[in-house]
């Protein structure tokens, strides 16, 4: 079975965002990367399908040229090679671009089992996985907590608001990951030295323009200071002025 | 990527490959996730997290720089050191847990042993199914091993060993040892499984350093040996030293790790905890205290990096390493102590790392050479003249 993990290198979870002067984007000037946490997630369970019912998996990434290092590391973990989609504004592209190219690469390359993280840690969108699914006409099955694949179907079960829902999809078919479906592994030090030696491809990536074009790009505004309403028993009725009338959360 | 951020003043990130990169990378994720947490109890207990051995071994760290044909990872050296000093910033015992393992266990069995020797070892100690030690100090002999009163005496096909060695790292939980001994007056080496009659290993307790490490003594009693548990052509004191030679590379790699974390630690306290209205770190004396770590550290930091590449050229010397065990340690400690002063009362706390550090650093400039014999080896290398003769 030919398994396809989708990562997205997003920016290191301890940088400051900063508004570039188009005030449009941020500002990536010193900014370390590293892979989105949900896709580890989709890594590892395509990783685990791998060793579980046989096949091969790829590790696919739209980013610039710099990404070799989180695509090998991911390689490392126990995938079989990785294909970078050369796209130097890949920061800015929109969903649907996006998806778009995935979705050109993955037929080209004949996926049959697609896994992806539920959301990208740095925009937060959430729909390339049913995007990707949508222009290849595959099930998509999105937040799976628990995967069981089978031939030529998988059982999944997926966290809603509502409950925990189980679904059988057919295959070929695109599996967005989420936290507890499993604890993805460390890349070890023979793993690292082994992926030097598996295949990694830059392709030049056809992305379309964006359809969604950002007009503004603003930060929050600073979180106000604390204030102190009392001390002792004697503040809890201002305490609770406070919350019902003022924060609202009562 | 983890959190952690070293510091990086002249900005050497480029100066590493992707490869060594991801190699420390992997290193710091499975300290911070993984080790950290459990430190501070294992320091409490003076206790090494033996649980961990299954997931160093698979991490790839036993060896990390001897061929993958026997089960190592085929790293090169500066991605040996660049281990070391994460695992350090752990601590100072899980580095010296993994240094043990790796240059004085390891790799004389591959410089030294025999091929079966090697297939027989190597294989076992890269993935943690048997945990090695290193027998050369003895209660009497520390800076000056030649003087040994361990002997081995030819009996039959095989040896027979006497004698004590002491501050062992790992002797307790070790399932081979490799011990130095006078054969006819002449320094030997010997792979020595430790449930060998006549083999024994007391714990050394009561240690105020390095307590998430086991340290022991080695007490062998007519210990017998076959012909085939000595190390071939290797004699006299150019054995273990070479060994010692391995092993201070890596702690000079690893002292800029309990460096980079106390300074780190110090940093982020100073900028958070105010004094007068103000962070502590916007004081000149604070400010002074860390100007000067972070240029020492960041000299350690460019030392290593050179070093790693002269012993992946094959050039780096015993006196190099010398220097850079002895600065590199020292600066640690004195990083350590800074920092603790920094962090006031809360820096005699184990719920802070840095007074583990300082702690365990009181053995790190002591083992494996100390300071002072450093000095002479660096003192004999520029003048030519040997002051410890």
């Known amino acids: ?250 | 990527m983890d959190p952690y951020k070293q510091l990086d003043f002249f900005a050497l990130e480029d100066q590493f490959t992707e490869d060594e990169r991801m190699v420390r990378d992997a290193v710091r994720t499975w300290v911070s996730e993984r080790f950290l947490p459990l430190v501070q109890a294992h320091y409490e207990a003076g206790t090494f997290p033996m649980e961990l051995v299954p997931e160093l071994a698979e991490l790839g760290v036993f060896g990390s720089n001897l061929p993958e044909e026997y089960g190592c990872a085929g790293l090169n050296n500066v991605c040996y050191g660049m281990i070391c000093r994460e695992l350090e910033r752990g601590d100072s015992g899980l580095r010296s847990f993994v240094s043990v393992q790796g240059s004085l266990v390891m790799w004389p069995i591959y410089a030294y042993g025999t091929e079966e020797q090697k297939r027989e070892w190597l294989p076992k100690l890269a993935s943690g199914q048997a945990i090695g030690c290193f027998g050369l100090t003895e209660p009497d002999f520390g800076s000056n091993p030649g003087g040994m009163t361990t002997v081995a005496k030819k009996d039959g096909d095989g040896y027979v060993l006497n004698g004590r060695k002491m501050w062992i790292t790992n002797g307790t939980v070790s399932d081979v040892a490799i011990v130095w001994a006078k054969l006819d007056g002449e320094v030997r080496g010997f792979v020595v499984p430790c449930d060998l009659p006549g083999f024994s290993a007391p714990e050394q307790k009561h240690k105020f350093s390095l307590r998430a490490s086991v340290t022991s003594e080695l007490v062998l009693e007519d210990v017998r040996v076959p012909a085939s548990a000595i190390f071939p052509e290797i004699k006299g004191l150019r054995g273990p030293l070479q060994c010692l030679t391995q092993a201070r590379y890596g702690i000079a790699w690893g002292a800029t790790g309990a460096a980079e974390a106390c300074f780190s630690e110090g940093l982020a306290y100073s900028k958070e905890r105010e004094v007068f209205g103000k962070p502590l770190a916007g004081m000149q004396l604070a400010q002074k205290k860390l100007a000067d770590m972070a240029t020492q550290i960041t000299l350690g930091q460019l030392m290593m990096l050179r070093l790693g590449r002269l012993k992946d050229e094959g050039t780096m010397t015993h006196s190099q390493v010398s220097m850079a065990k002895r600065n590199n340690v020292h600066m640690a400690l004195e990083c350590a102590r800074t920092v603790r002063d920094m962090l006031g009362a809360n820096g005699i706390s184990l719920e802070f790392h840095t007074g583990r550090h300082m702690c365990n650093l009181e053995s790190v400039i002591t083992y494996e050479g100390t300071h002072d014999i450093h000095t002479l080896a660096i003192g004999h290398e520029v003048s030519g003249i040997p002051a410890y003769r």
């Open chain 1, 1 to 250: 079975m030919k398994i396809v993990a989708c990562i997205k290198r997003v920016p290191a979870t301890d940088v400051q965002a900063k508004v570039a002067a188009d005030a449009k984007s941020l500002d990536s000037a010193g900014y370390q990367y590293m892979t989105s946490f949900y896709d580890e997630i989709a890594v590892e369970e395509a990783i685990k399908t791998k060793e579980a019912k046989g096949g091969d998996v790829t590790i696919l990434t739209i980013s610039s040229k710099d990404a070799t290092k989180e695509v090998r590391e991911c390689i490392a973990k126990g995938a079989d090679g990785g294909v970078i989609l050369v796209d130097e504004d890949w920061m800015n592209r929109d969903c649907r671009a996006t998806a778009k190219a995935l979705a050109s690469k993955l037929t080209e390359m004949g996926a049959e089992l697609v896994f992806m993280g539920r959301v990208a840690t740095d925009r937060d969108n959430a729909s390339v996985g049913p995007m990707v699914a949508t222009y290849l006409d595959w099930a998509c099955v999105t937040n799976v907590v628990e995967l069981e694949v089978g031939d030529g179907e998988a059982t999944a079960k997926r966290e809603t608001e509502a409950g925990l829902e189980t679904v059988r999809v057919t295959l070929p078919a695109v599996i967005t990951c989420d936290k507890g479906l499993n604890e993805p592994r460390y890349a070890g030090l023979k793993g690292i030295m082994a992926a030097k030696k598996k295949p990694l491809e830059e392709a030049a990536c056809e992305a379309a323009d964006n359809q969604a074009q950002v007009l503004s790009l603003v930060l929050p505004p600073p979180r106000a200071e604390g204030r102190v309403i009392g001390e002792g028993a004697d503040a809890v009725p201002a305490l609770i002025d406070a919350l019902r009338n003022e924060a609202q959360v009562l």
